[in-house]
Nanobody
Framework: EEQLAESGGGLVQAGGSLRLSCTAS??????????MGWFRQTSGKEREGVAR????????SYVNPVRGRFTVSRDNSKNTVYLQMNSLKPDDTAMYYC???????????????WGQGTQVTASS
């Protein structure tokens, strides 16, 4: 069974940093066949894309609110994708999810195999 497991969330003060991890297991194809995305959702709002990375990690993209503060990376030998979040703001508070992107476009409709999410809270 295909699974994604996020970890690394927590409570930090505004301006702090966190690194999220997402580890894949049970996939038939190799992990480096999949583009990956990070999404977030707050209560009462739609899930939104945050960052994406190509299957081999040679290209990344970010939404404007996080560009310059967040960095997405991956280690295909560990079946893991990361999201380094720096200079966190209260507006970044959300449940963060990773997903397989098919195709490689940061839209919810292209996301498959959601993980359970990890909560990030940045306090002011």
């Amino acid at each position: 069974e295909e699974q994604l497991a996020e970890s690394g969330g927590g409570l930090v003060q505004a301006g702090g940093s966190l690194r999220l991890s997402c580890t894949a297991s049970g996939f038939v194809a190799d992990f480096d066949d999949y583009a990956m995305g990070w999404f977030r959702q707050t209560s009462g709002k739609e899930r939104e894309g945050v960052a994406r990375i190509t299957s081999r990690g040679d290209a990344t993209s970010y939404v404007n609110p996080v560009r310059g503060r967040f960095t997405v990376s991956r280690d295909n030998s560990k079946n893991t994708v990361y999201l380094q979040m720096n200079s966190l703001k209260p507006d970044d508070t959300a449940m963060y999810y990773c997903a397989v992107l098919q195709p490689c476009s940061l839209q919810v409709k292209n996301a498959n195999y959601w993980g359970q999410g990890t909560q990030v809270t940045a306090s002011s």
